[in-house]
């Protein structure tokens, strides 16, 4: 047995350190968190200081095991848990563990801390170890609670008074209530036409375009030609005039390179780019992080990926800078190196951004060692990197003036002279319609142009767009709500809890997400808002900082929110889930309601269930009452009731269902679900059916669920993956990439392109 013991959180990074630390060091890990608060209400005492229980994770208990053994017989223990609040926070659990069990007698513990996998690195940490920091414990402990509190408080209020298996979430919420809001925005929108005037002209063999910016001497707002008939008049008046150029303005602008990576900022650049989630984007990050095998054997290929810092580290930044001024024209490199300002009010740990480990450690050289994903997310990684080091772009603008007649029309233009860090990368930009402005023709005052056309456009506002994965993040670091590490998190439960639903990459509320989202701006309204939650943040960064007691921020939290759940335990049901119309039961003349079932919400009659009268939301009495009798299924009775079986209509379709509904509720697919004829590859028994989710969405799953819950997104073939080995591989079609075989399998993540998207364009078949 090794004298030292050092203990990590992943296997795969202690793979990593043990060949940069030699056979004096043991290395374990402690697969994650190691404890967690026992799941039943008490856990947090809240009348004795806040007092937490905890208990070993069932499933890391023979990890655990494994560590007491091995510090029995280490003299040195080394904490090397993750650089974060988290892995403080699991480094302090395995101390209470290890005290618990009495084997620290007579043991030199201390933690250290890398935030790049590398052997100096490694090395260094080891070398100057330091204790536990209570601060950073404390803070994890205060979210913890906090977490805890609205959970299993909460939680069961949404079970009683709307449906089982609803939660609520002290940052999901608020996150919640966005996409919500956004919704609301776009339907209440109510589109506004305008109009613009364009003059088209050329110089020489070169068109370019105006617009018109003044008339009779007025500037022009967007909403001043609000009809054709006005753009007619404008027109009109405009015939006949020549056009003369009065003013050009030419100017030199610069634009600087982006800051280097953030968590959020690369959640973001993924989503746009790569057309990654931000929870695949974490895992596949995590795994750059904690090594990868390239040949001379293991290395961390990024830093830490969980970081709010925009810093760089000086010897990262000579790397940089000496590698520009190596593979780049001298104009590239700048005179000084370029310094960027954290705009996170407490950046987490004053960590570095997200960067390479080595800059000279290019993407085409580690390529072979990485898989698709991989290779795609450390590129933009070293490309953004090394871009932020390199001198700005420069551009020649010119503004150009154009008098025809009572009319002054404007045309820009662009051109970029210097690319400097563009030539490298350049940041993606969420829901833009602008262009880059078109090159002009040189012009000069007192030139004349032909009037090649003179026309007018028409033009609608547009709602505001919908939330994509990177646009939510954004919105949330811009609130103060959560923290990045937390964005994939709060992301993916609000889709597992089909809150939300992804259209056309947009998040769309569903009706159970708008129903909870009512329920909790009405009735939890400060709980819900975003600044009381930023607030919060702040006050656990306080924690985190040692200006701030802990104790103090959970019973100020706790006293008005144990206030407001016993307030609210007296609602009715039918107050939250219910909706009143101004509309009466065409049957029985009793109030129509908005109400809430398992497939969303409806129209319903208040007289249920003596009155059986229902319809979609989206349809009128009128709609309803046109419809054909439902048809009858001959020759088959409900195996339910044995009552007549009929095809009725829902949100997702027709389907067959029994006729003494709501009495039965037996329902089961129109038609018979699509054998695609390939083998389920998890039980290799049964078959992978075409089905629908209740959202319409098709997915694949084994024609013997329950018994078997194996189920993928794309359609699958019958062909193993020649990376992995799955015995199937299934086709994913992206506007980016076209038709590609890709695992199903999330770690191994190979593809291959069976029809690449330009031909995917221009053949409609």
């Not at 069932?58 to 095991?65: L, S």
């Not at 805890?148 to 609803?166: A, D, E, H, T």
């Not at 335990?569 to 889930?577: D, G, H, I, M, P």
Request: proline share 6%; net charge neutral.
């Amino acid at each position: 047995m090794a004298q030292n013991l050092l203990i990590v959180e992943s296997p795969s990074k202690a793979k990593t350190l043990k060949k940069y630390l030699g056979k004096d060091f043991d290395i374990l890990a402690s697969y994650g968190h190691v404890r967690g608060l026992v799941r039943k209400d008490g856990s947090v005492d809240v009348d004795h200081n806040f007092a937490m229980k905890y208990q070993v994770i069932p499933k890391n208990a023979k990890h655990v095991e494994a560590i007491v053994s091995a510090v029995k017989e280490a003299d040195n223990v080394y904490l090397a848990t993750d650089p974060d609040r988290e892995g403080e926070a699991i480094s302090w659990h395995l101390l209470e563990i290890l005290r618990g069990k009495r084997v620290l007698d007579d043991k030199y513990v201390k933690r250290v801390v890398f935030h790049e996998i590398t052997e100096s690195a490694v090395k260094a940490a080891v070398a100057n170890p330091r204790d536990v920091d209570a601060h950073l414990v404390n803070a994890q402990q205060a979210r913890s609670a906090l977490d805890y509190l609205v959970g299993f408080n909460l939680s069961p209020l949404l079970w009683r008074k709307i449906r089982q298996g609803l939660s609520a979430g002290r940052v999901q919420s608020p996150a919640l209530r966005m996409i919500c809001e956004r919704e609301t925005e776009i339907r209440a929108f109510t589109a506004q036409e305008y109009w613009t005037i364009h003059l088209d002209s050329h110089k020489g063999r070169q068109k370019f375009r105006a617009r018109l910016t003044e008339w009779q001497g007025n500037k022009l707002d967007q909403f001043d030609i609000p009809t054709e008939a006005v753009q007619a008049s404008i027109l009109a008046g405009l015939q006949g005039h020549p056009a003369a150029v009065t003013n050009v303005e030419k100017k030199r602008k610069s634009r600087s390179p982006a800051a280097p990576f953030t968590t959020s900022t690369l959640q973001q650049e993924a989503v746009r780019k790569l057309g990654m989630t931000t929870d695949r984007t974490m895992r596949t990050a995590q795994q750059l992080y904690e090594g990868i095998d390239i040949g001379q054997g293991t290395v961390g290929l990024i830093t830490y990926m969980r970081t709010d810092s925009v810093a760089l580290a000086n010897e990262a930044v000579a790397e940089i800078r000496d590698y520009i001024g190596q593979h780049f024209e001298p104009e590239y490199l700048p005179a000084n190196p370029v310094v960027y300002k954290s705009k996170a009010k407490n950046a987490q740990e004053a960590h570095e951004a997200i960067r390479p480990t080595s800059i000279a450690r290019t993407p085409d050289s580690v390529k072979p060692f990485l898989s698709a994903e991989q290779f795609k997310l450390y590129e933009m990684i070293w490309k953004r990197t090394l871009a932020c080091q390199i001198a700005p772009a420069k551009f020649d603008t010119t503004g150009v003036d154009i008098r025809v007649g009572a009319g002054l029309f404007r045309a820009s233009g662009q051109v970029l002279v210097f690319p400097g860090f563009i030539a490298v990368y350049q940041e993606g930009v969420d829901d833009s319609d602008s262009e880059d402005d078109a090159k002009l023709p040189p012009l000069e005052v007192g030139d004349e142009v032909p009037v090649d056309k003179l026309s007018g456009e028409q033009h609608f506002t547009q709602p505001p767009p919908r939330y994509s994965e990177a646009s939510l993040v954004k919105a949330l670091e811009e609130y103060g709500i959560g923290r990045p590490s937390t964005y994939a998190s709060i992301i993916s439960t609000l889709k597992d809890r089909e809150y939300v639903v992804l259209d056309k990459k947009r998040f769309v509320p569903t009706d159970t997400g708008e129903v909870v989202n009512k329920f909790l701006t009405e009735h939890f309204t400060q709980y819900v808002d975003y600044h009381f939650t930023a607030k919060l943040e702040d006050k656990l960064d306080e924690i985190s900082n040692g200006s701030r007691d802990w104790i103090p921020v959970l019973e100020e939290f706790w006293k008005g929110f144990a206030r407001q759940i016993e307030e609210k335990q007296a609602l009715k049901r039918s107050e939250v889930t219910q909706e009143a119309l101004d509309e009466t039961c065409p049957k029985c003349a009793k109030p129509l309601l908005i109400r809430l079932g398992r497939r969303g919400r409806f129209v319903g009659c208040s007289g249920y269930p003596e009155c059986d009268y229902t319809r979609n939301l989206n349809e009128t009495a009128e709609d309803k009452a046109e419809e054909a009798p439902p048809t009858v299924i001959e020759g088959r009775s409900c195996p339910q009731d044995g009552g007549q079986l009929v095809v009725k209509s829902g949100p997702y379709g027709k389907f067959i269902g029994c006729a003494n509904y709501p009495k039965c509720r037996h329902i089961e697919p129109l038609e018979p679900p699509k054998d695609t004829g390939v083998v389920c590859p998890e039980c290799k028994n049964g078959h992978l059916i075409e089905r629908k989710s209740r959202y319409g969405k098709l997915f694949y799953s084994c024609n013997t669920y329950p018994k078997c819950k194996y189920a993928t997104w794309n359609p699958p073939i019958n062909e193993p993956c020649p990376q992995c080995g799955w015995p199937i591989l299934t086709l994913k079609t992206t506007k980016r990439r076209g038709v590609e075989k890709v695992c199903p399998q999330k770690e191994c993540g190979f593809s291959e392109v069976v029809t690449p998207p330009e031909k995917l364009t221009a053949d409609p078949s």
